[in-house]
């Protein structure tokens, strides 16, 4: 999807936004941001973060979600912040409904436990080869 951000100069720019899932990081979702001709740049954070985002403003520290219904009915702001400086995505609503969607078909919401490897989540907290 194309989406726009911005920077809390009012500077904005059309960007690609991609979202991820991996059933094996079941709790976790994946926004990449870039041009064509750039490296992405990721971020990580809460499918149930997104999926609540979706509903009211949720979310603190680094990722805030929340609807937003104007000047666009029907998009979503994620704002992202760093110490670099705070970047606000403006997806629409219905792509990341769908999206939202295909995820909880792949792992429904209370069964992420099953999916997660706990001998590599421990191997790659400790630095430790499995």
Not at 2 to 27: R, W
Not at 94 to 109: G, I, N
Request: overall charge negative; hydrophobic content about 40%; aromatic content about 6%.
């Amino acid at each position: 999807m194309t989406t726009h951000v911005s920077d809390l100069k009012g500077l904005s720019a059309p960007l690609s936004a991609d979202l991820h899932y991996d059933m094996a990081d079941p709790y976790a979702i994946r926004l990449s941001l870039g041009t064509p001709m750039t490296r992405s740049v990721d971020w990580v954070f809460a499918r149930e973060l997104l999926a609540e985002g979706l509903r009211r403003p949720t979310g603190s520290g680094d990722v805030l979600v929340m609807p937003w219904h104007h000047p666009h009915p029907h998009s979503l702001r994620v704002v992202l912040r760093n110490r670099s400086g705070t970047a606000l995505v403006e997806m629409a609503v219905s792509e990341v409904a769908t999206f939202l969607r295909q995820t909880f078909a792949l792992v429904p919401d209370g069964a992420e436990g099953l999916h997660v490897d706990l001998d590599r989540a421990i191997s790659e907290l400790t630095g430790r080869r499995g």
